[in-house]
């Protein structure tokens, strides 16, 4: 028998007002993600033919792209911008009437969906390439020479980065983009032959091609690719993190819509506390001042006044802070780098709303916003790409040196202040043990492969050492940040700082810590000295293991690989037990195929006492929030997306075991028949419920006695939390909840111990703030008076993909649950 689980997780809200913009949070990262339950993806789109590159390991190195149907349906088409599937034969056609144009496929959409990185530069031979790839490697690797090379610094070709259309309803960027390729592939000025002599132009054409169709701000999978950097869930942005740390940009422009005006950054403080700010600002300013003013001579009385929020906005409407973002992310490779956001709004709404010709109309204007700040920032970088690249040099020299950022003083830039003084103090090496008594071998594997990923050194000790005052095994891994790029390894594993009283407004999340987030145990070494041999990594070592004694086997879940190696074996027909602790046991006969999970996912076998009691497959129906859907699919769990109106259309709940409360559901909006299979269901069935869509499910379905209290809608956040079974000490916040006058039989699994990183005020009237959360239940289970079994969790463990530490307390709410 199957044992189905419906899952409706919940999406929490955030409610952070622009006064100065219509744009603070769009649909996707508001309220929207508590009302709109993801579904499955569309089709795999399908071209003819192949791309076939050439061999050319020079420039040009032209590929001949292949070709995808004609679609009119592509939203694109009716603002008279260019249409996916004719981007692939301009391209072409570009490629084979130039020499200074290349095209390489650098990765697939979510729907398979090809992503075309352009480069435009003077012809290279093989020679010329491999000479300006090892300068690259220079600037990185050897600063101090890079600094004192003559050659260098003089022939150097400066790479500039255009991304556009991330988000797929913000069309312009792209259009605008393959104007400015299309005329510098044959522009016969002096101005142009020099400046692709100097330089390399890349272009990623659309950053998200499935959303560019459908006319989407998220991709196919649902995700804010902007918000994904740090994490990298998505193919997409995976593509975008090689692209920046490949290349190396000297200057970074995100092509967004849409803020009335126009918008150039630099942003508002905060601004991120692990940058050489210095080394950022001056060009970052200078570079924003000199779009502005491409765009006011445009003559166009849309963007007359541009803003630049750095200038214009008050601390936290348009911050700096997270590296979730293009341009954030960006300056952590080097970059002076910009989010640019086009005037006249032609998406939402308007696109269904306003007559086609205004709407070309404005798409028109945004074009030529977006041509006149790609023309600008090539103009900039131009006229100074020496000093420039001198910065770039000295912040991969700070960084290897183990120097301490420099205060940058009040005036540096016109406007700066202390408001924008932000810093930090860089640790010596964080270390990440291997060996008995850590929280998750895998958990270790996999942040070690993403911070290698991310372009951060990783070391693996052969030996013994010591550092700090703690002794380590030899095959831990030891993140030196004397290394080039030592403020994107912090950033990722430092714990973060509070802003709640900083300013009184974040644009969007403001902690994050991989650190404390997922599962891996690391340690902090603060100074002394740093003594280890090993080698760099280029992948983590398995983990995974079986003991050879015989015998049952046993799984102690403590991270979402567990949960997926779980299922996995569910999956095969295998008769698991579960233990009252939660621990999973294995035949002994089953032996092989514990073995192949353990290499599969990396998990650690132990063996088994008796008892426990018979798990069976889960199967999940869900009402669920993209990332949600993900994290669960992740994790072995057949998700069949349900909805409010699916349950209408007549869901059949028969065999359903557990109710998982999300986004997309509401139980007082279900017609009769589907609120009685509903009400039928939590006679028997389980529950899991996450946020305000699952508090109001549980008010209104009468599941547990509880009092369901909301946080303020934007506070998020790194918080500590006090577990009943010592397994974890944070966890993430997201428009927080917690639960008093707990009824009885409800039983309070984590309680709120405080902020630790992030943004977490009260309301003007005083509720909703941190210190009101400190010691209520952030997460409670128990038993319905229907009958149901239930867990509810007013935090968010499956946020954007992110904390993966978090994932198994989901998974095992639902085996709870499941009875």
Known sequence: ??????????????????????????????????????????????????????????????????????????????????????????????????????????????????????????????????????????????????????????????????????????????????????????????????????????????????????????????????????????????????????????????????????????????????????????????????????????????????????????????????????????????????????????????????????????????????????????????????????????????????????????????GFGPEDRYTTEFPRAYVIPVGDGQRSGQAAARLVDHLVAHDVRVKRADRAFTAGDRSYPAGSYVVDLHQPKRALANVMLEVGRDLSDAVPVMYDISGWSHRLLWGASVDVVRDGPLDVRGRAVVAASPTGSVPDSGGDLALVPADGKDAAAVNDLLERGLELRRQDDGTIVVPASARRAAEEVADRYGVRFTPAGPGGAPLRRVVVAGAVAADELKALRDMGFDVRPVSTEVLDAGFDLAGVDVLVVSSGLRYDRLGASARAAVDGFLAHGGVVARGATGARFNADAGVLPVRAVAGREDANGVVSVVDDAGAVSHSFVYAPHWFTDLGAGVVARQRYQGLVAGHWAARPDGTGGRQEATGQAAVVAGTSPRGARAVLFGTEPLFRDHPKGLYWQVADAIYRTAG
Do not use: C
């Not at 790839?133 to 220079?138: I, L």
């Open 1 to 414: 028998m199957l044992l189905t689980v419906l899952l409706l997780a919940t999406m929490t809200t955030s409610a952070t007002a622009t006064p100065t913009t219509d744009r603070a949070h769009e649909p996707g990262n508001g309220p929207e993600r508590n009302q709109v339950a993801a579904a499955d993806l569309p089709p795999h789109a399908t071209a003819r033919g192949d791309n076939r590159p050439d061999a050319n390991p020079g420039y040009p190195r032209r590929t001949r792209l292949r070709v995808y149907p004609e679609d009119r349906t592509d939203r694109a088409v009716k603002l008279g911008l260019v249409p996916y599937h004719s981007l692939a034969p301009r391209l072409n056609d570009l490629q084979s009437r130039s020499d200074r144009v290349s095209v390489e496929v650098v990765g697939h959409s979510a729907v398979g969906r090809d992503l075309y990185l352009v480069t435009l530069t003077a012809p290279e031979s093989p020679a010329e390439t491999r000479r300006q790839e090892a300068w690259r490697d220079e600037i990185e690797n050897a600063p101090e020479s890079a600094a004192g090379d003559v050659l260098l610094r003089a022939a150097y070709k400066a790479p500039v980065w255009v991304n556009a259309n991330i988000h797929g309803d913000e069309w312009e960027g792209t259009d605008g983009a393959l104007r400015v390729l299309e005329d510098l592939a044959f522009a016969s000025d002096p101005w142009t032959g020099a400046f692709l002599r100097r330089h390399r132009l890349y272009v990623n054409l659309t950053a998200n091609p499935d959303g560019r169709v459908a006319g989407t701000r998220v991709n196919a999978r649902g995700f804010d690719l902007n918000r994904d950097f740090v994490t990298s869930s998505q193919p997409e942005s995976q593509a975008m993190r090689d692209v920046v740390k490949r290349i190396q940009p000297l200057l970074v422009l995100d092509e967004h819509g849409y803020v009335a005006n126009t918008l150039i950054e630099p942003t508002t403080p905060p601004h991120g506390q692990n940058y050489d700010f210095d080394l950022y600002v001056e060009h970052g300013y200078a570079g924003g001042l000199r779009m502005e003013d491409a765009v006011r001579r445009l003559g166009h009385p849309e963007a007359a006044t541009p803003e630049i929020p750095f200038r214009d906005y008050e601390p936290g409407v348009w911050d700096g802070w997270a590296p979730i973002y293009t341009a954030q992310y960006s300056m952590y490779h080097g970059a002076v780098a910009y989010t640019v956001e086009l005037p006249l709004r032609v998406n939402r709404g308007d696109y269904d709303t306003q007559p086609v010709a205004e709407l070309r109309r404005r798409s028109a204007v945004n074009t030529d916003v977006v041509e006149a700040t790609i023309r600008s920032a090539l103009a900039y970088v131009k006229d100074n790409r020496r000093p420039m690249v001198d910065n770039q040099i000295e912040m991969f020299r700070r960084g290897l040196a183990g120097e301490p950022q420099r205060v940058v003083p009040d005036g540096f830039v016109p």
